[in-house]
Structure formats: C-alpha cells, structure tokens
C-alpha cells in the first residue's frame, strides 16, 4: 500500500539559512509527488509537483524538490528561508493512471527564528 | 476568479448532534474531494466526486458520514449523531478531474464536538 513518511514533526530554522523537509514514499511504480504548504487559518497551497521528466522540480516562493528514486524520497528545499515561510508543510503522493487518491504525510511544522 | 469556499468555518456541537458543512468548489472544477485532518495528523481521504459519476465513499470511516453533490456544483458532508471523535478540520478541494491536475483547497471547518 502506498503511505507517506515525513519522518521531521518540527523544525527550526533561523530566517536566510538553508531548509530542507524530508519526505519518503512507498509506492510500486513511479508515484506522483506533491507538496502542499498549510499557513494558519490558510488552506492548503500547492507550492510543486512532480509527474515525470526532470527529478530536480521548481515551484513557487523559491522552493524546490528533487525526486531520488532510488531513496523514495522527494524532499523538499529553499535556498534562504523568509519568515514568513513559517506553516507546516505536507507532502503526498497519488498512484497515478488515473487514480485521484491522494495519500498525505502528517506534516512538517515549520519555524522561522528572526 | 473565487477559490474553494467552505462554511462554517467553524462549528461547535454536542455529542450526538448531526451536523451539515458545506463546500463551494471553483466553478469549472469537476472533481470535488473531502478530507478529515485530526489535530497532529495528515489528511485522510473522505470521498471524491467526480461529473456525473458515482462517488467513491471508500474513505468514509463510518455510515454515519455522508456526503452529497449536485451536479459540478456545491457539496455538503453531513455526519449524523456526531463523537468526540469526529472532532477534527474538514477540507474540501476541487480540480479538473484528474490525479495529474491540481488539488486546490479550501480554508476548511474547524469541528469540535462537546
């Protein structure tokens, strides 16, 4: 069965430092990958997607992730973090061919120190 | 133009109560989806419409749950005789149909039962 690991409850990160929230699947095949942020009071905002082509994926607000295969895992990065990138940051994955399902991670909370 | 709209934002009832809440999805979105977030937890899949196509109720954790949708139009999840355990933020999203095309959610309703 399809499940999603993001194994960092919470993070710290002073603001301009680097950011990187892990993320593990397990999935058969070649899975879709998403990574949604979740601001207080906000719902959930798609910050990048992955389907196919290129492992390395560039999303909004600076954000990236790469798709490592061989890891299962697609985590998600930021050069220098602002602080209002401070939420919680939710990563899925959805089986593909046709299947809607999405199968989300239980979130990483994000703090942003001045 | 607007995005996912749902009410009330927040609802406080007692056990035993049935409680209605209601999405309002992108206009043009065929594909509408609840999800249940309990407090420290990832979403958990409710149900998806999808057009004119029966539901899929699979992630419906109880027959007290139900949901309806008319058309492309507005949705309403109802829970009947309502537990603490129901206490939870629901969310709704829509997209254009399929698992390739984004998920776009809505603020959510904050339930809490007494």
């Known amino acids: 069965a399809q499940s999603v690991t993001q194994p960092d409850i919470h993070i710290t990160v002073s603001e301009g430092a680097s950011l990187e929230l892990r993320c593990n699947y397990s999935?058969?095949?070649?899975?879709?990958l998403f990574w949604y942020v979740q601001s207080p009071g906000q719902g959930l905002q798609l910050l990048l997607k992955y389907f196919s082509g290129d492992t390395l994926v560039q999303g909004i607000k600076g954000f990236e992730a790469e798709f490592k295969r061989s890891q299962s895992s697609f985590n998600l990065r930021k050069p220098s973090v602002h602080w209002s990138d401070a939420a919680e940051y939710f990563c899925?994955?959805?089986?593909?061919?046709?299947?809607?399902?999405?199968?989300f991670g239980t979130g990483t909370r994000l703090k942003v120190l001045a | 133009g607007a995005g996912v709209s749902q009410s009330p934002s927040n609802k406080v009832t007692e056990k035993g109560k049935d409680v209605e809440l209601r999405c309002d999805p992108i206009?043009?979105?065929?594909?509408l989806y609840w999800y249940r977030q309990r407090l420290g937890q990832g979403l958990e899949f409710l149900i998806y419409f999808q057009g004119n196509s029966a539901p899929d109720k699979s992630g419906l954790p109880s027959d007290r749950f139900s949901a309806e949708r008319t058309g492309e139009s507005v949705s309403t999840l109802t829970i009947q005789r309502t537990q603490q355990e129901d206490s939870a933020v629901y969310l709704c999203?829509?997209?254009?149909?399929?698992?390739?095309?984004?998920?776009?959610f809505g603020p959510g309703t904050r339930l809490l039962v007494l």
């Open positions: 899925a994955v959805g089986a593909g061919g046709g299947t809607y399902k999405y199968i």
């Open positions: 206009s043009g979105h065929t594909a």
């Open positions: 999935y058969g095949a070649t899975p879709y």
């Open positions: 999203a829509s997209s254009y149909g399929t698992a390739q095309e984004t998920q776009y």
